[in-house]
């Protein structure tokens, strides 16, 4: 196999879950199966990813499409390592950064300047380098003097600017991008792409998961699509989102609308 | 153990932050702020003080600090325990989000009650002094009974917020867990009000040995035993191995189940 110069391999992963119907939450349910004694089957074993394989060279923008419930989001969250595979092998060779929902950690009574801090140490970054990057992230998300405001009185699009600000002042080696790029005004969202864009220029790796197939032909070198848990097309853009639609049975619209919250 | 005392040194920044965050967000709001901290235990000692220094009269002599020099390190025990027990589960969100060191919630939830309990011995000097009673030199032995008290409340979180992930009832039980405790332990009485015959069953109680420097140091002036001070050690260390060991066995799972 040798060293390899991918940033992400998969070979055959596979991603099971444990579908657990009544799953015994409490005490009093646990007992009452224990009781019961016949362990009846009240799970079964779902697979999110049937042993996917690819491998994702250094500096390659990657995208992933494929319908809801495909596999898309396990597999990212795989690569952040929220999830471990059940089987398989995965590789990642640099840090990766997740803008996977943003603003996961923002808590509503803390001001945008303290959720900044416990943002980037979350995402793996020393006190010292928030502080640095601090001016950037806030001259970034355009926030102004409200960054000493509780969080919980900003604007949806304002809540998204900080959240992508911070997550992007990382700086990875890879970065995970999950259906994000739907937010904030259209102004903003060009900025996102800027940025996502000097990160590619700057020979980052990037994987993107979108619904959004003219996103996915401007910004990817190859695509993979995902349908119920198995790799139906590694390809060019082009093709794969032929192969996309095709499995969809319909042409896609203009994308999913961004949604504007004021 | 060693895993844990290195990802805590390397997570201290975020665990401060943390702690801090949680703090913040209880007090804030509040027009006195941070003071609460401060206040709080000031008004529930001065309470308990007016009830037991004047209403009520014990055989014991200065029974309100006799009562606060143990009552203080509990309500931090118990304190600690009600938040870490949910510290896991209340960050579901981020858990499913981001590869987060989960260790940091629970050591988290319990520093930043440390940081209220240590500011909670600045009213307890005061209402010492204002009652004329000796503030002995023994109170520089505190450090020691601090280390156990906080090994055990970690470890006791370690514990709780692990099964917690599986069985949210165990929040539940841990209020009624700790009521029991309460009782059971000789934080409102002395050990030396209960008939011989029992105290075999006491001594199986680690809290005793855990609060027992705190009185002896704050209001009998004395200082433990080397035996006394080696035992809450050892309940705090023992408590650590067997509630990490729990949590790290199982952590890798908790993004399944939260």
């Known amino acids: 196999m040798g060293m390899s110069s991918a940033a992400v391999r998969f070979e055959d992963v596979v991603q099971r879950f444990r579908v657990i119907r009544e799953r015994p939450d409490t005490l009093r349910e646990a007992f009452a199966h224990f009781h019961r004694r016949k362990p009846r089957n009240t799970y079964h074993d779902f697979l999110a990813l049937k042993g996917i394989s690819f491998q994702v060279p250094h500096g390659m923008t990657l995208g ?41 950690g923002f808590h509503h009574e803390l001001t945008g300047r303290e959720n900044i801090l416990i943002n980037g140490l979350l ?50 080696d890879i970065l995970l991008v999950d259906e994000i790029l739907a937010v904030g005004d259209a102004a903003f969202r060009v900025k996102c792409f800027d940025r996502i864009a000097a990160f590619r220029e700057g020979g980052k790796t990037i994987i993107l998961v979108s619904h959004d197939t003219d996103q996915i032909r401007k910004f990817c070198d190859r695509v993979l699509v995902l349908n119920n848990g198995e790799l139906v097309a590694d390809d060019s853009p082009d093709n794969a989102v032929e192969h996309y639609e095709k499995l969809i049975g319909q042409p896609q619209g203009p994308g999913i609308p961004a949604i504007q919250h004021i | 153990m060693f895993e844990l005392v290195r990802d805590t040194y390397r997570y201290r920044e975020l665990i401060w932050a943390l702690a801090v965050k949680e703090l913040r967000v209880r007090y804030k709001r509040s027009v006195l702020g941070f003071l609460w901290a401060l206040l709080n235990p000031l008004l529930m000692m001065i309470i308990l003080t007016l009830v037991f220094g004047s209403l009520m009269r014990f055989s014991i002599d200065h029974y309100a600090i006799f009562l606060l020099s143990m009552l203080l390190p509990w309500t931090f025990f118990s304190q600690a325990l009600s938040y870490s027990v949910e510290s896991v589960v209340g960050n579901a969100q981020l858990l499913k989000k981001v590869r987060v060191p989960q260790l940091v919630f629970p050591i988290a939830a319990v520093v930043a009650n440390i940081i209220n309990f240590l500011l909670s011995l600045i009213p307890l000097a005061l209402i010492i002094v204002a009652l004329r009673f000796p503030l002995h030199w023994t109170w520089v032995y505190l450090p020691i009974p601090m280390a156990g008290l906080f ?35 000789p934080i409102i009485y002395s050990l030396d009000f209960i008939p011989k015959k029992y105290h075999l069953l006491f001594r199986l109680n680690p809290m005793l040995y855990v609060l027992n420097g705190f009185r002896l140091s704050i209001y009998y002036g004395i200082l433990p ?3 006394s001070s080696a ?15 729990l949590f790290r066995r199982y952590q890798d799972v908790f993004v399944y189940y939260v």
Request: charged share 15%.
């Open chain 1, 64 to 104: 992933i499409i494929g319908r809801n419930g495909s596999g898309k989001s396990t597999l990212l969250k795989i690569i952040a390592g929220v999830y471990r595979a059940s089987s398989g092998r995965v590789e990642v060779n640099g840090s990766t950064a997740p803008l996977i929902e943003l603003g996961a």
């Open chain 1, 123 to 172: 995402l793996g970054l020393s006190k010292r380098e928030v502080q640095r990057l601090e001016p950037s992230i806030i001259e970034f998300a355009e926030i102004g003097e409200f960054i000493d405001a509780p969080v919980k009185q900003y604007s949806s699009g304002m809540y998204m600017r900080l959240a992508f600000s911070v997550a992007t002042a990382v700086d990875p």
């Open chain 2, 151 to 185: 090994l055990f409340t970690l470890g006791t979180a370690f514990f709780f917020a692990a099964i917690n992930v599986f069985f949210r009832d165990v929040s539940h039980i841990v209020q009624i867990l700790l009521s029991a405790w309460f009782y059971g332990s």
């Open chain 2, 225 to 227: 035993t080397a035996q």
């Open chain 2, 231 to 245: 035992m809450s050690l050892a309940c705090g260390v023992a408590a650590v191995a067997i509630g990490f060991a």
